[in-house]
């Protein structure tokens, strides 16, 4: 039986619909895949937020990499935050301590919320994390200060050729999107 | 004798079916495609001088260092306003308008495969952009956020403006959307009986290839607003770094539409003047198949090349690499077509009618458009480039000498078919070489302050560019009055002139020469035979 012209409108016509929601869907699926992806491939920079396991694979005395720590204040946080110490050198493996400080310098309470970020993005898989206060959000009262912890080794399978790794923090108020 | 009669009676009832409607209603509920090309064609006309407008206000601001005229707010407002309103409202409407008024008449179809959603997707057009433009009267402003809307721009960092730009988005989208379905199913359906595929026309062929690209990137633009606008309104964190989310991500996401988006803009000019070089040179089109494939595979590549505007994002090396070495890859196919045109003219009869001189003119210029885009494209470079008056020039030079000098083209070639009268052939040379000169005034001097490192979408500049500017905003206005040239040929055209034959052009080719100019309202209703 051949179908009538209205029936071969009507069926590209469907056939069409279908892909435009497929395509709005794919739009929105980029999103969990770009998550996925990043974290496969440690593209983004992002480190991930939760602790990693201690290391097991020893330390590598022969190579030095050096750390550097930086902070950023989103806008209209009114906090000060600050590493202590802006740069050390490390072997691959070997477990540090570092600290930052932060104040709320305002009168309100405030809930913060660091959100960590490494480059060279492709070091990002290899900065290990055993305790990090941007795991968790960071209320402090108007005026209280606080000395937060950062618990990190860097993986002996770093590549060659990265030798400097910088992390960043950038700060965010979350209060509202906390207490709501 | 009886049946004479009967004939003539149908024939009258067939005429006043026609002509029914008058006035206002007559365009409101029209479902024909001639109409609605007519009304695409001028609502484009009337955007591009709105959108022009406000490129005045932008060089009038750039005429001198220092600021003058508006604030910086402002003029971020008439940059992201400029570039929206070209895109959106000028160039795509103006190529919907040609594919209403072409396609049917060239594949041999009585009219658009669903004639009422084609009133649709050009009446929701007004709308869209009322929304958009109103936005300049409430709060904050119109959007500032760049045509680009990056976020956080347009959602921490927003005026207000986001709710009126999402929706103006969406609207336009489906509008395209619709519009796109139609061509598809147009082509697929409706072609007479003997129009295989490679006979189509290849100003067919591209239309059906873009109206794919539309279909397959409109809905992720669609999405791509939807979550800007819950992240601005409704508390989500899809781009929010605080809440787990990545700005960089929506770069990816934008450019996932955003790259194809161009080749939208470009593949119809493709097709345009692959109908007018050949007509005006009096030889069939050089190579009909590459053209074709190439305009497909230019059309699939264009969605693995997007990164290519986010070089300066932070990528790691190989995504660097990949996405530049797919990016020179697009200039294969394209290189393809520019020797067809080439191969086409050569040892042809060329005639300099206005059509051929703005093809000739698209030729030269795209191309040069094209190799900027090229030296874009090389990575280490691009970080010196990005974000200057390099990418301004560039870009300006495909869209501006590229996809609209072949509307240009286009509609002074089928001008004579539309209107029943020749156009005033001095007018439109005047128009034409006013166009010329002063768009290579404008855009050209734009390269070098690029590399000289003055940056885009600044109201202000250092001193050391102060001439080139000044050159530069004399070329813009002197453009932006040439182009009112255009406006008056068309007025006196459509008012009367040389009545034009069925086939003004001697070496045109296709099924619209073969009917009267003005081309009747129904065209086709039996299908025209094709050997
Ligand atoms: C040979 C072909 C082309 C190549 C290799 C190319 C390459 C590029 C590259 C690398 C950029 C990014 C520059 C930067 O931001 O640093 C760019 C920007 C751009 N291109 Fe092209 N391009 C080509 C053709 C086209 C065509 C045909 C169009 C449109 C008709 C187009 C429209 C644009 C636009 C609008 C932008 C700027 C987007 C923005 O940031 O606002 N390009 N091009
Ligand atoms: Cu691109």
Redesign the pocket.
């Given at each position: 039986m051949t179908k009538t012209p209205d029936q071969n409108v009507q069926k590209t016509v469907k056939k069409l619909v279908l892909v435009v929601f497929a395509m709005f869907g794919f739009g929105f699926a980029m999103v969990p895949l770009y998550d996925v992806f990043c974290d496969i491939t440690g593209l983004n920079g992002k480190t991930a937020n939760t602790a990693a396991q201690v290391n097991d694979k020893g330390v590598d005395e022969s190579r030095i990499v050096t750390v550097q720590f930086i902070s950023h204040l989103s806008k209209g946080i009114p906090w000060q935050f600050e590493p202590m110490v802006r740069e050390i050198k490390v072997h691959p493996g070997e477990m540090k301590l570092v600290k930052f400080y932060a104040k709320n310098e305002s009168s309100k309470d405030i809930i913060g919320q660091a959100v960590p970020s490494v480059s060279p993005g492709q070091a990002a898989l290899y900065f290990q994390k055993i305790e990090c206060f941007c795991f968790n959000h960071q209320p402090l009262k108007a005026r209280e200060d606080v000395e937060m912890a950062l618990q990190f080794y860097v993986d002996p399978e770093l590549p060659e050729h990265i030798s400097t790794l910088t992390l960043s923090y950038t700060l965010y108020d979350v209060t509202e999107s906390v207490e709501s | 004798m009886t049946t004479d009669v009967i004939q003539d009676t149908d024939h009258q009832h067939d005429e006043h079916h026609d002509h029914k409607m008058t006035g206002l209603k007559r365009w409101l509920y029209t479902t024909n495609h001639k109409d609605i090309g007519s009304m695409y064609l001028w609502f484009s006309f009337i955007m591009f001088l709105v959108g022009g407008a406000m490129a005045m206000v932008i060089r009038a601001e750039l005429f001198q260092p220092g600021l003058q005229i508006i604030e910086p707010d402002f003029f971020n407002q008439m940059t992201t306003v400029h570039?929206l309103i070209m895109v959106f409202g000028a160039i795509m409407p103006a190529f919907t308008g040609l594919a209403n008024w072409m396609i049917p008449m060239m594949v041999g179809a009585p009219d658009m495969a669903l004639p009422r959603l084609n009133n649709w997707s050009f009446w929701i057009l007004p709308f869209a952009f009322s929304i958009l433009l109103m936005s300049f009267f409430i709060g904050g402003g119109a959007p500032n956020f760049?045509?680009?809307f990056y976020a956080p721009l347009s959602t921490t960092y927003s005026n207000g403006s986001t709710a009126f730009f999402v929706f103006a988005v969406h609207i336009m989208g489906i509008s395209s959307i619709m519009g796109a379905i139609n061509i598809v199913v147009t082509i697929m359906n409706m072609r007479a009986p003997g129009m295989t595929y490679m006979k189509m026309p290849l100003f067919v062929w591209t239309f059906f290839i873009t109206a794919y690209l539309l279909i397959a990137v409109m809905p992720v633009l669609a999405g791509t607003v939807t979550m800007v606008l819950t992240d601005t309104y409704f508390g989500t964190s899809f781009f929010d770094a605080a809440g787990g989310g990545d700005p960089v991500m929506f770069q990816h996401i934008f450019w996932f539409f955003?790259h194809p988006e161009?080749?939208i803009?470009?593949l119809p000019a493709f097709g345009i003047v692959s109908t007018t070089i050949p007509a005006f040179s009096r030889k069939p089109l050089f190579g009909y198949s590459s053209m074709v494939y190439a305009t497909a595979s230019i059309a699939f590549l264009s969605f693995i090349v997007w990164a290519?505007?986010m070089?300066t994002t932070g990528m790691p090396l190989f995504g660097e690499l990949f996405f530049m070495y797919c990016?020179?890859l697009?200039?294969v196919p394209?290189g393809v077509k520019v020797f067809n045109w080439v191969a086409t003219m050569w040892r042809g009869a060329i005639s300099f009618e206005t059509p051929m001189l703005f093809s000739l003119a698209f030729v030269i210029l795209f191309t040069i458009?094209?190799f900027s885009?090229?030296m874009?494209?090389m990575t280490p470079v691009?970080f010196q480039?990005?974000?200057t008056y390099f990418?301004v020039a560039?870009?300006h030079y495909?869209?501006v000498t590229?996809?609209l000098f072949s509307i240009y083209a286009g509609a002074y070639y089928w001008l004579p078919k539309w209107t029943g009268y020749m156009y005033d052939d001095a007018l439109s040379k005047w128009h034409f070489w006013c166009s010329l000169i002063s768009v290579n005034l404008l855009f050209f001097p734009m390269h070098f302050l690029g590399l000289a490192g003055m940056p885009r979408r600044i109201p202000d500049y250092a001193l050391q560019f102060a001439d080139f500017n000044k050159w530069v905003s004399i070329g813009g206005f002197a453009f932006g009055l040439s182009q009112l040239i255009f406006l008056a040929v068309v007025i006196k055209c459509i008012k009367g002139g040389k009545k034009a034959e069925a086939k003004p052009w001697d070496g045109a080719e296709g099924l619209e020469w073969t009917v009267p100019s003005p081309a009747p309202y129904h065209t086709f209703e039996k299908p025209p035979k094709i050997d």
């Open positions: - | 570039g760049g045509w680009t955003g161009v080749y803009m470009i290519h505007h070089f990016t020179m697009i200039a394209t458009g094209g885009g090229l874009l494209a691009d480039y990005h974000d990418v560039h870009f495909v869209l590229g996809a």
